[in-house]
């Protein structure tokens, strides 16, 4: 299975579906293009994966996608 290995040590498996700790997001700015009725398979594909450690709580966002990387985000203290 996939996975991430966070900068706390964490490991962050991301093959499961759905993934407890991936979110999706968007810009509010992309999500104000959608009206009605909206196509979840179009709003995945404008979205930017992120992983939420369960250990520490940083964020792991991939804005290029999963391929490129991820910039970690931690809570301050
Ligand atoms: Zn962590």
């Not at 594909?45 to 520490?56: E, F, I, N, Q, S």
Request: charged residues 20%; negative net charge; aromatic residues 12%.
């Amino acid at each position: 299975m996939p996975k991430e290995l966070c900068k706390c040590g964490q490991v962050l498996y991301l093959g499961e579906i759905p993934n407890p700790v991936e979110w999706q997001i968007i810009s509010d700015v992309e999500f104000d293009r959608y009206t009605g009725q909206i196509d979840a398979e179009m709003l995945y594909a404008d979205t930017k994966p992120m992983l939420v450690c369960p250990h520490c709580h940083r964020l792991l966002v991939y804005w290029q996608g999963f391929s490129n990387g991820y910039t970690a985000y931690r809570q301050e203290e």
